[in-house]
């Protein structure tokens, strides 16, 4: 069946998404935020047209919109990555507020 063709792979995800042949329908980034960048650029080649990036806690509790205090290297990285995306011209994309926010 389905289930005895599944190959599972532990390690930091950097190095392992640049080993894999597979193509994917989806994927889901929901790790350090610091490399939501990073993961993105990795797993892009390997999305098939059609398919789906969704990325786990893009708004961050709110932290995204809040100007008046600093903003820490997480919350900076989550800002660049959305504007990113948001300006990838090979993608569409889909902010849903739920939660701590998904990016499709």
Do not use: M
């Amino acid at each position: 069946g389905y289930a005895d063709r599944i190959e599972y792979r532990l390690g930091d995800a950097a190095e392992l998404i640049p080993t894999l042949t597979e193509v994917f329908d989806l994927v889901f980034i929901d790790a350090d935020k610091r490399n939501y960048r990073r993961y993105y650029d990795l797993v892009f080649d390997h999305v098939r047209p059609g398919g789906f990036i969704l990325a786990d806690n893009v708004l961050w509790s709110g932290k995204v919109i809040e100007t008046a205090r600093k903003i820490d290297a997480d919350t900076q990285a989550l800002l660049d990555f959305n504007r990113f995306v948001h300006d990838d011209p090979r993608v569409e994309n889909l902010l849903l507020p739920l939660r701590d926010g998904l990016l499709i």
